[in-house]
């Protein structure tokens, strides 16, 4: 039961796209197949939430899609360029100017301020971002007090910011969220919640989330569900009463 | 915690691998000293076989050398005045020409470590004969020789093999008829024997029939040997002999031999601190480094309940296992050091395969529990801080480094720092209460070098401060050239600026090893081409290959006749030496309160018409006549000696009373350092003395070599060669000395390295980390190269600084023209690309490695 998800009408072209995505782990009899054949498209200005069981292959989705993994089969197009055929660098390249992340743990370098931490992968790029576009999104996140200190003078929350403003910054194509909230208690957790929203409805940020929690899924423009790396099911505006039944459902 | 040990051990091989070398390599290097000082030290002291073995009294003519017991009697002896005498049953002559052997491939036989090779008369008499032939026959005939068995052995001979033998006026090809042992021993404690049939030998020795520079006596049944001695003695007549018990001889002789051995592992005591002191620093940072990479695990384990008491437990625990299995390899890897040295000594005259290597318990339990004690106290740092750490950092995400306290770490250098001068405090001492000389200077550097070791403990301990401002500089730099990266590694050192100084400390000891050793030798290189191209006025000099244990070996003395008449030649002169000792006045002790020693000099011989063409020395001797000498001007003032003054030496013939003319002063110490006589003088002293040398004036290279063809070992060199030849038989000893710089530094590149790549080791997620946000690989290494160039610059600033105070301090202290803190600005250079190269190949490949983590792994946390 494969099934080809549309972006809504009206949203335009798709920024990602995944076509008979496969990968496995493994050879022969004890390999383990993480995804079997997925196929999905990502609009711009879309945001979209993936759910699904554990084990059901949606962080190894999201990783494939971002190029974090390799692929067994199958492409992955960012605009037009398939990634699955990139050298290492150029992937890194691909990565660092047209991709976004953020990781469940935060991930900030502990030496960096969060100033120094939020401009780090623009300037690896060699381009310093414009100013007015920095303190637009740290005001956003309410940042501003704290960009003189170190990740370790600073709460989950405020950390998880740090890096949701890192992965704005560089104007990603697509922002890759992987559980963004799960190290955060649910006050944080809104919070940031609230500002992917935010990016998504002020700039049509695209933006990509795995979640297991169906309050952080009802964010999103659309939910697609997971199960045994094949996509099951596709949830339109979703709220967080219909994906937990659907959830409760697929788990049985 | 026991369990916890083992497991860490067994899972963290790859972890402990580095440190496990690093403490192998350091134990191999201690029990490789141990292992050759021991050897040397049984070598010199341990062929106790003495020839006298079965005589009971010695009958030596004339006077001899009270101080020293190879001495060979200045008077002589008549056979028949002591055979048939009452109570002696047996009596046989004695004389000892000094020799050189070279076996068949022209290679010189190295007598055991500092001992001689000496021609002796066979002995017949089964009463008095202490040879046991090994094999062959005794010899018979004119031009047969027995030999020990270590000549045998270093020559590669059989019975029926042929030596060349450099006699005193002649050199002969003598055939080897038999091998014998001393005692079950290779050599006696005087060195080498040659045994010739008496006739050769008394010949040699240039004694009149029946005569003989020394009897052996067996005294009859139920004499005593004091008793005997006693009554010859007075028979016959005070002065005309000296009469000894062969027991107090060989009593003499192995005192001196121990207080030899003393002196020798005295020396490599030294060298062995040094690769104790580099195996300490390197273990200890090694530790270090293991113990900032668990600081995760070492957290947890706090956190769930283990008491600092044994978290310190658990460290010491991997500690000794890393002790046990790195020290019984390092006793393996001892013998093949110790091995490489022996090599190096035998090089510079020193053989000590005389002796066998030592497998015993001395050789293998002290470098092991050496090597378990430096692992404990390596550790023991680290296992403080392991204990140290709070539970808390456990939880955090990254390893940060705990701020430091800074006015600890100051305070602590500061103790350190003052400790130094421990052994910067007594050189004042060395330089009141001891003479001017080599073995002065050997005391005040190597306290000076103590000293400066734990300058460099305490550099390593300040590091950290230094590290930091350091850091933002280059990281400046950086951030000019490599933008981002550079910014990167500004704030990493900042943050961890232990790691970085670790790192730098080890590049400190080697830069600071490396560059010391290159400023003495060089600046001593220097002094000596340029005072020995000062003070040589000759042109050429022939001199001969090979080295003995008493310096170059020498040339026949017909030789200097035979260049005189060689084409253009216009000054021919030889030069000649032999050691006296000073009779009267009697020496002078430095201070008061001490004993005054034996005082020795090497006296030159040299034709005093030629002398003014061939050498310029300072001072206003005037040319010496016969019975006359002439001192350096030091000597004079230390003994208080005025020209025109009497004194009497002691040659190899006896007294002999000279008249003192004046001073003079060779600056190069190459070729009159002790005193100055014409030939004739020479005679009285020393009719056999060896000719180091002839200085020619006039004449061209290949007539010279033409006139000496068929000299053995003799080589034709012009002035900068030969200076370069006679100044390395005084720096002698070097080849040790860079053999064991390159293993200490092999040791500590070690260091450097797995320091180096540990930091980057460390660091697998944060560049994981940096990869997930976009840092292409060219980028990561970017990083690393300018930590590197903060790693670099850190240790080979305080290494070269290091270096430079130490040789200043030297020069200062000794006052030694030959130690000057002066070198060409190009070593430095080398020093610091050396530096820059090892630290860019010690990190390249880690950096590599960690620009391939899996961007995944990181991200997603430990």
């Known amino acids: 039961m494969e099934t080809l998800s549309e972006p809504r009408a009206g949203l335009g072209e798709h920024v990602a796209v995944a076509h008979d995505l496969a990968k496995s782990y493994g050879r022969g009899e004890g390999a383990v197949h993480a995804l079997r054949g997925v196929n999905a498209a990502f609009g711009r200005g879309q945001f979209t939430a993936i759910m699904g069981p554990s084990g059901s292959g949606k962080s190894t989705f999201l990783h494939c899609l971002a190029g974090l993994d390799a692929v067994t089969s199958g492409s992955v197009l960012i605009g037009d360029v398939d990634i699955t055929r990139l050298s290492r660098s150029a992937l890194t390249r691909l990565r660092r100017d047209r991709l976004g992340f953020v990781f469940q743990s935060f991930n900030l370098l502990p030496m960096l301020t969060a100033e120094e931490n939020i401009r780090l992968t623009g300037r690896l790029g060699g381009r310093d971002a414009d100013r007015q576009w920095f303190d637009s999104i740290v005001d956003a996140l309410g940042l501003r007090g704290r960009l003189r200190h170190r990740p370790a003078e600073l709460s989950g929350g405020q950390q998880q910011r740090v890096a949701v403003a890192r992965a704005l910054l560089t104007r990603p194509q697509v922002l890759f969220a992987d559980e963004p909230t799960g190290n955060l208690d649910s006050r944080a957790g809104a919070e940031v919640l609230g500002f992917l929203r935010g990016a998504v409805d002020s700039y049509r940020q695209t933006v990509v989330m795995v979640t297991h929690d169906p309050a952080a899924a009802a964010r999103a423009d659309r939910v697609l569900f997971l199960a045994d790396g094949r996509i099951v099911g596709e949830l339109a505006d979703p709220t967080a009463d219909l994906v937990h039944d659907r959830m409760r459902t697929m788990e049985g | ?862």
């Open chain 2, 1 to 862: 915690m026991w369990l916890i040990a083992r497991r860490s051990f067994t899972t963290g091989w790859g972890r402990l691998a580095a440190t496990l070398a690093a403490a192998l390599l350091s134990v191999g290097l201690i029990a490789g000293t141990m292992q050759f000082a021991l050897r040397a030290q049984a070598a010199v002291s341990g062929t106790g076989a003495s020839e006298f073995a079965r005589a009971d009294v010695l009958v030596q003519g004339g006077s001899v050398d009270p101080d020293d017991p190879h001495a060979v009697p200045d008077g002589r002896v008549r056979l028949d005045r002591v055979a048939g005498r009452p109570g002696v049953a047996a009596a046989t002559g004695d004389a000892t020409v000094p020799v050189t052997a070279a076996g068949a491939d022209g290679r010189l036989v190295m007598p055991p470590a500092g001992a001689r090779t000496s021609l002796r008369p066979w002995v017949a008499d089964v009463r008095l004969n202490p040879y046991r032939l090994e094999s062959g026959r005794a010899p018979a005939a004119d031009g047969e020789i027995a030999v020990t068995r270590h000549v045998a052995d270093a020559a590669g001979l059989e019975t029926g093999g042929a030596l060349t033998v450099g006699l005193p006026r002649q050199t002969r090809a003598l055939r080897v008829v038999g091998i014998v042992t001393v005692q079950g021993r290779a050599a006696v404690a005087a060195g080498d024997l040659l045994l010739a049939p008496p006739e050769t030998v008394r010949r040699a020795a240039g004694l009149p029939a029946g005569t003989w520079q020394a009897v052996w006596v067996k005294a009859a049944p139920g004499v005593q040997a004091s008793g005997l001695a006693r009554d010859l003695g007075h028979s016959l007549g005070p002065g005309t002999a000296t009469v000894r018990t062969a027991e107090a001889v060989r009593d003499a002789q192995s005192s001196s031999l121990m207080a030899e051995g003393a002196s020798v592992a005295g020396g490599i005591g030294m060298l062995t601190t040094v690769a104790v002191f580099v195996g300490l620093f390197v273990v200890a940072n090694t530790f270090g480094g293991l113990i900032r990479q668990r600081t995760r695990m070492l957290a947890l384990l706090g956190a769930i309940g283990a008491t600092p008491e044994q978290v310190k437990k658990l460290i010491r625990l991997e500690a000794l296992a890393v002790g046990l299995i790195a020290s019984a390899g390092g006793v393996l890897l001892g013998h093949p050091i110790a091995g490489a040295l022996a090599r190096l000594f035998a090089e510079d005259g020193f053989d000590v395969s005389v002796a066998e290597p030592s497998f015993g318990p001395l050789a293998s339990a002290v470098p092991l529990a050496a090597g378990i004690g430096v692992t404990q106290l390596a550790a023991w740092r680290a296992a403080r801080r392991a204990a140290d750490i709070a539970p808390m950092r456990a939880l955090r995400e990254t390893a940060t480094e705990p701020s430091d306290r800074r006015g600890l770490r100051i305070a602590g250098a500061t103790a350190v720092f003052l400790s130094a001068f421990l052994f910067y405090g007594p050189v004042l001492a060395v330089l009141n209460d001891s003479p001017p000389g080599p073995e002065r200077t050997i005391a005040i550097s190597s306290l000076i070098v103590i000293g400066s070791m734990i300058i460099v403990c305490a550099l390593a301990v300040l590091g950290p401060l230094l590290a930091g401002p350091l850091g933002g500089l280059v990281g400046r730099l950086g951030m000019l050239v490599s933008g981002e990266a550079g910014r990167l590694a500004r704030a990493t050192i900042a943050r961890s600026p232990r790691r970085v100084s670790s790192a730098a400390s080890s590049v400190m000891l080697g830069v600071a090893l490396v560059t010391s050793t290159a400023l003495i030798v060089l600046s001593a290189t220097a002094r000596f081409d340029e005072a020995g191209g000062e003070v040589m006025r000759a042109e050429h000099a022939v001199s001969t290959t090979g080295k003995t244990a008493d310096g170059m070996r020498p040339l026949p003395r017909d030789v200097a006749g035979r260049i005189a008449a060689a084409p253009g030649v216009t000054h021919a002169a030889a030069l000649t030496a032999t050691d006296v000792k000073l009779v009267e006045p009697a020496p002078r002790a430095y201070t008061s309160d001490q004993k005054a020693k034996p005082l020795y000099v090497t006296v030159t011989g040299a034709d005093q018409a030629a002398l003014p063409a061939v050498l310029n020395l300072g001072g206003a001797l005037p040319t010496l006549a016969p019975g006359q000498i002439g001192l350096p001007s030091t000597l004079m003032d230390a003994q208080h000696l005025k020209p025109g003054q009497r004194i009497v030496v002691r040659g190899k013939h006896g007294p002999v009373p000279l008249t003192l003319v004046g001073a003079y002063h060779d600056p190069s110490h190459l070729f009159a350092d002790g005193a100055l006589v014409a030939p004739a003088t020479m005679d009285l002293l020393d009719q056999n003395a060896v000719t180091r040398a002839v200085l020619v004036r006039g004449g061209t290279a290949a007539g010279i070599s033409q006139a000496v063809r068929g000299v053995p070992g003799a080589t034709v060199l012009d002035r900068p060669a030969y200076v370069k030849q006679a100044s390395a038989t005084i720096t002698e000893g070097m080849n040790v000395i860079y053999g064991f710089i390159v293993m200490t530094l092999v040791l500590a590149l070690f260091g450097t390295a797995t320091t180096v790549s540990m930091n980057v080791g460390e660091r697998r997620r944060e560049f994981g980390l940096l990869g997930a946000v976009g840092a292409t690989g060219r980028q990561l290494r970017a990083i690393v190269r300018w930590e590197a160039a903060t790693v670099v610059t850190l240790g080979t600033a305080l290494g070269l600084g290091v270096a430079v105070g130490t040789v200043a301090l030297i020069h200062l202290a000794t006052g030694s023209s030959f130690i000057r803190p002066s070198a060409p600005w190009w070593i430095y250079v080398l020093v610091a690309a050396g530096a820059l190269a090892v630290t860019l190949v010690t990190s390249s490949l880690p950096a590599r490695r960690a620009a391939r983590v899996p961007v995944l792994d990181a991200a997603q946390g430990d």
